[in-house]
Each structure stands twice: as C-alpha cells, then as structure tokens.
C-alpha cells in the first residue's frame, strides 16, 4: 500500500516531515519534489509550465500498479484531482487540504467568488511576466495566503527557496486561474474523500471547499479551528489528527501499525 503526499506552491515534500511514522510509515508514503522544486532542476524564468506538464511528472514517479492513498494540500490538491482520470480505480481514498480551484469558483455562478476578484482584476499579478515570481510578487502571494507582514517576517532559508522557484510558481497560480476545470464537470470519486479546510483560512478558499461540497454531497467537509491554509506547517498536529481521522474512517490501516 502506498500513500501518495502532494506538496504546495512554494514548498517541498519537507512539509510531511511531521506526519508521524505510526500513521503513515516511511517505507508506504510517496512523497516527489514536484517540477521544478529541488532535487529537480528549476523551471526556467520565461519558460511556460501548465497543469498536463506537472501531471505527467507525477505520474512518471508512481507506481505503475496498486491502490493509492491521496494526501494533498493547496496546489497539490489541484494535481491530485487533474491526476484522477489517469489514476482510476487505484485512488483508495483522497483527504485534501483546501485544493487551489478559484478559476472554478469564478465559473460558478452560486458560489461568491468576491475574493476571487483582488486577483482577477489586480493588473499585473497573473499577467505580468516580469514581475511574476519576484520578489514583489513573492510578497503579494505569500500575505494573502498567511497574513500582511509574512513574507518580510520569513525565515531566509525559506525566502531563499521561494526566490528560487519563484517562476515556476508564478506558472501554478496562473494554471489554477486559466484552467477550464469546473466544480460541474469533474466530480469526486465515490471513495472515502475528506475535504479540510482552516478556520481562519482566506475567505475565497473557504468559498471553494463549501463549492466542492455542494456538488459532491458524498464528501466528508471538516473544519479545523484555530488553524489557516498553511495548517500542515502551522499546526501539524490538528493537521495529522483530521488525517487521521480521514484514515481511520476509510479504513486505512498500515500492516507496521
């Protein structure tokens, strides 16, 4: 059995480093660098990444044959919802924390995509070529996503990391934006599927978990106080304990445990 765990936009496999080995043991998860995230090397600036392109790098880094459990979070989340019609009947379980939709919440029309809008019509943050990844776009992504203030209070190490693959996740933001998936279209698998969303994530996101929900009443919507979108790095224990409640439910059970 495995258990596949799909980063974030600006971070790496590091932020499962605090899913203890009782709930998912080293030698079942599946962690990859997604593209362009080190050990890859980066995406050049200039060069145009789509959502297909980090699909097909996934997927040369399974398996080719057994069930899959899916942990994801934010753009991961994305990927694994783009990797579904590939994966099939192997996808056991999914719990995703506040995957990325906002260009398909902008398409609902009974969803309020307000907050959608501080993107949309900012006139420079998904278009502009030179800025998208610098430092100043950097800023603009990071703060909404944590707070005002957080991109200056960040450790260098991680500023470093962010500057480095800074284009190529100016590309992630600019798929989940321009990508034609609709909530309609792609619903969610009839498997044991656990959406999480934080208490004090951005509205906008909250938005899109409620969406999802709407259109799949079969999925499990948890609501974690006291947490944001970041809660895998913020507060992993409330994160790994609405995992593991997503597992024990799906009857997930490691032979190590």
Not at 95 to 109: I, N, Q, R, S, T
Not at 226 to 234: C, D, E, I, Y
Request: charged residues 20%.
């Amino acid at each position: 059995m495995t258990t596949l765990l799909i980063h974030s936009t600006g971070t790496a496999p590091f932020m499962w480093d605090s899913i203890p080995e009782e709930l998912i043991p080293a030698g079942q998860r599946l962690a990859p660098a997604n593209l362009g995230y080190p050990p890859h090397a980066p995406v050049p600036r200039g060069q145009a990444v789509s959502l297909a392109d980090d699909v097909a790098h996934l997927l040369a880094q399974l398996p080719a044959e057994g069930p899959l459990d899916v942990v994801a979070h934010s753009y991961g989340g994305l990927l694994a919802l783009e990797l579904l019609p590939k994966l099939g009947a192997r996808v056991r379980s999914m719990f995703l924390w506040e995957p990325v939709m906002y260009g398909a919440l902008a398409k609902d029309p009974a969803a309020d995509a307000t907050h959608v809008r501080q993107f949309t019509e900012n006139p420079w943050f998904l278009t502009d070529l030179d800025r998208g990844g610098t430092e100043a776009w950097l800023e603009f992504f990071i703060d909404y996503w944590n707070r005002p203030g957080s991109w200056a209070r960040m450790p260098e190490p991680m500023r470093q990391h962010n500057l480095l693959v800074g284009w190529k996740m100016f590309q992630e933001v600019r798929s989940v934006f321009f990508s034609s998936r609709t909530f309609e279209a792609h619903p969610l698998p009839r498997v044991p599927v656990t959406l999480a969303m934080g208490e004090r994530s951005p509205a906008g996101s909250r938005e899109t978990m409620k969406a999802l929900v709407r259109h799949n009443p079969h999925v499990k919507l948890v609501d974690v106080p006291g947490t944001g979108h970041m809660a895998p790095l913020t507060h992993p224990q409330k994160h790994n304990d609405a995992l593991a409640a997503h597992l024990h439910s799906a009857g997930v059970i490691f032979a190590s445990r």
